[in-house]
């Protein structure tokens, strides 16, 4: 099953029940069945996909069969979508399909088309493709009463590649006892390297344990960053208030004018003046304005507000 993709590039959907047909002249790029691969979307108190990466492991840890994965992991909005996938049984699989590395121009996960199923597609007689809150879903075709079958617009562009040095880690044997030789001239330093590390981490552990320990940090530092996040959000919420606060109470005030009310409700500091006229007003807020903090005014029942959200 394939498609022609822009000009001397098709389209290849790879799954373990779907037939191929490759003709070894052209190049593919080959999208990845949902079944070859793992996907979670979570919001998540981190700011670079790197460091997400860098916790896939774990994240993944309950859900995943023994075996040796490889991640990837890329933003969607707010949001973060992580893959686990094993690159060993993607390259069996396209040599029991009998597609060569060589006609390979890219690889991409079913994630990738999700933009393009606005209904059930159908993969095979059995199985179809479906998009639910985000997530592309290989499911029974019985579940649904119809289905299109699958086709890729041509001018869209395919995002997020796996790149070609991810799976590509067969090698030949000439190479390979090149590597063991290296591996093996360094042996006897890191054993070496490896006792003094381990002295190392008993000693950084205990600090940890007692850094934790005074300042009642969290176990994780997911956990952490999360507290931290919330203690920049009051704190810039609570200096922005500080300075227009200031800012409204520096007002050069006449006689029979006075501040009513001061309020803080749902990031809002609102500011009631009694006595100020239209003709006035640029008075009352020249501070705000000489400090650019944004406001709005209005007035309600004769009295003069001032609105700074925070």
């Given at each position: 099953?394939?498609?022609r993709?822009?000009?001397?590039?098709?389209?290849?959907f790879?799954?373990?029940?779907?037939?191929?047909?490759?003709?070894?002249?052209?190049?593919?790029n080959?999208?990845?069945?949902?079944s070859l691969?793992?996907v979670k979307?979570?919001?998540l108190?981190?700011?670079?996909?790197h460091?997400v990466k860098k916790i896939?492991?774990?994240?993944?840890?309950?859900?995943?069969p023994d075996g040796n994965y490889?991640y990837?992991?890329?933003k969607d909005?707010?949001?973060?979508l992580?893959?686990a996938?094993?690159?060993?049984?993607?390259?069996?699989?396209?040599?029991?399909k009998?597609?060569?590395l060589?006609?390979?121009k890219?690889?991409?996960?079913a994630?990738s088309?999700?933009?393009?199923l606005?209904?059930?597609?159908?993969?095979?007689d059995?199985t179809?493709?479906?998009e639910?809150?985000?997530i592309v879903?290989?499911?029974?075709?019985?579940w649904?009463?119809?289905?299109?079958?699958?086709k890729?617009?041509e001018?869209?562009?395919l995002k997020?590649?796996?790149?070609?040095?991810?799976?590509g880690?067969?090698v030949?044997s000439a190479t390979?006892y090149?590597?063991?030789?290296l591996l093996?001239?360094?042996s006897?330093?890191l054993?070496?390297?490896?006792v003094?590390?381990l002295?190392q981490?008993?000693h950084?552990?205990?600090?940890?344990?007692?850094?934790?320990?005074?300042y009642h940090?969290?176990p994780?530092?997911?956990?952490?960053?999360a507290?931290?996040a919330?203690?920049?959000?009051?704190?810039?919420?609570?200096?922005?208030?500080?300075?227009a606060?200031?800012?409204?109470?520096?007002?050069?005030?006449?006689q029979g004018?006075?501040?009513?009310s001061?309020?803080?409700?749902?990031?809002v500091?609102?500011?009631t003046f009694?006595?100020?006229?239209?003709a006035?007003?640029?008075?009352?807020i020249?501070n705000?304005?000489k400090?650019?903090?944004p406001f709005k005014?209005?007035y309600?029942?004769n009295?003069?507000v001032?609105e700074?959200k925070?």
């Open positions: 099953m394939f498609w993709f822009k000009e001397e590039v098709e389209i290849l790879l799954d373990t029940c779907t037939y191929v047909d490759v003709d070894t002249t052209k190049k593919y080959i999208i990845l069945s949902p691969y793992w979307k979570l919001s108190p981190l700011k670079y996909t460091e896939a492991p774990s994240i993944f840890e309950e859900i995943l490889n990837l992991v890329y909005g707010d949001e973060f992580l893959f996938y094993e690159d060993k049984k993607i390259l069996e699989l396209l040599e029991s009998g597609v060569p060589s006609v390979v890219g690889l991409y996960f994630q088309i999700v933009d393009r606005d209904e059930p597609y159908r993969v095979n059995e179809l493709l479906v639910k809150e985000g879903l290989l499911l029974p075709i019985s649904y009463e119809a289905a299109k079958p699958l890729i617009e001018n869209k562009r997020y590649p796996l790149k070609l040095q991810q799976y880690h067969i030949k390979l090149k590597v063991i030789a093996g001239v360094f006897l330093l054993i070496f390297e490896y003094v590390l002295k981490q008993e950084i552990t205990a600090l940890k344990d007692e850094l934790f320990t005074r940090l969290k994780t530092m997911m956990q952490n960053r507290i931290l919330s203690y920049e959000k009051k704190y810039k919420e609570q200096k922005e208030l500080r300075q606060t200031i800012a409204l109470l520096k007002s050069s005030l006449k004018e006075y501040i009513e001061i309020l803080v409700e749902k990031s500091l609102k500011v009694v006595g100020i006229t239209s006035e007003k640029r008075r009352v020249a705000l304005s400090a650019k903090i005014t209005e309600i029942d009295k003069f001032v700074v925070l």
